[in-house]
């Protein structure tokens, strides 16, 4: 089979390889029908992440099952799923706790498609065929007639986006929401604003100061407001910030309301001094870290078969699968590559 390698800073390949085969009786092979790049992707592309490769490449899609093991009951030959990025084993403590992405059946990170940092043995999505080690704890059947171009990010980026307003609101119904965008985590930030617009929030504000984003988050149904991550636009119950440095994180602190929530989805790769004082007279929470995505797959993808959240929206490249590297490299901001 092939499978897309990524060997360095703007440069991958396609390679041959031999066919992934069942070893275990929970396993399943899947194909790769629609395929997307993580906010991290295009990074890694430039040299902007230190992921340099060589590994094989992909972590977000949908797939056809093409066989499945004898004691696979979730799905069967033919089912198009969602596979999450993370290899989960849905039966130790952390998983049964919904921490996924901390699963210790395996060495800790273990994923598809990151290289070193999840493990090299998983392989990736960009692929002929990929063995999923757990079908039944990992796998998520699409709902009928939803499009797997639509959600090929369903595997990470749109659960990251959903953990960081969708308990939320469901605490607080109504509450507003600020979504700080920038270019660290940019898809993330306007799912989160179309999730929340989505889920009921009384008003998203979209803050960036890129007016193409701005247009994407206004289609989602957003209030876009140009202006740098720290801009004093007032205070959210809850406030995720996707820009990325320690400007956006403060403003996003700054912009936190009392006893409200701030969520950094973006990747701080230099400490950043916090207005402890600040937080602490107002009660506020921050929470950043990796997603635990698959046990809100469903959810995400129930909010798009009822019709009430289009992720395509934020799509900005769609292109077929034979282009996929030449696109790749391109580097657009969200890509999805279809057989």
Known sequence: MKRLMLTGPGAMRWEEHPEPVLSGPGQALVRPVALATCDIDPAVLRGDF?????????????????????????????????????????????????????????????????????????????????????????????????????????????????????????????????????????????????????????????????????????????????????ARVGRFPIVVEAAGGAKALRGAIDATAYDGWCTSVSVQAQDVALPLFGMYTRCCTLHTGRAHVRPVIPEVLDLVAAGRFDPSLVTTVTVPWEDSMEALLETPMKLVAVR
């Open 50 to 230: 230190p992921l340099p490769g060589p590994y094989p490449f992909g972590h977000e899609g949908v797939a056809e099952v093409v066989e499945i093991g004898p004691e696979v009951r979730g799905v069967a030959p033919g089912d198009l799923v969602v596979v999450p990025f993370q290899i989960s084993c849905g039966a130790c403590r952390a998983c049964a706790r919904g921490r996924t992405g901390n699963c210790v059946g395996h060495p800790r990170l273990s994923s598809f498609g990151l290289g070193a940092m999840g493990g090299l043995d998983w392989g990736g999505l960009w692929a002929d065929l990929t063995l999923v080690p757990h079908a039944d704890a990992m796998l998520v059947r699409l709902p009928s007639g939803v499009d797997p171009a639509a959600v090929a990010s369903a595997s990470d980026n749109i659960p990251d986006a959903y953990r960081s307003v969708g308990p939320q609101l469901a605490d607080d119904p109504a509450a507003e929401v600020l979504v700080i965008g920038g270019p660290a985590a940019p898809s993330i930030g306007l799912y989160a604003a179309g999730l929340a617009v989505a889920l009921g929030s009384a008003r998203v504000v979209y803050l960036d100061d890129s007016g193409r984003r701005l247009d994407i988050a206004k289609s989602l149904g957003a209030e876009a407001i140009e202006g740098p991550g720290d």
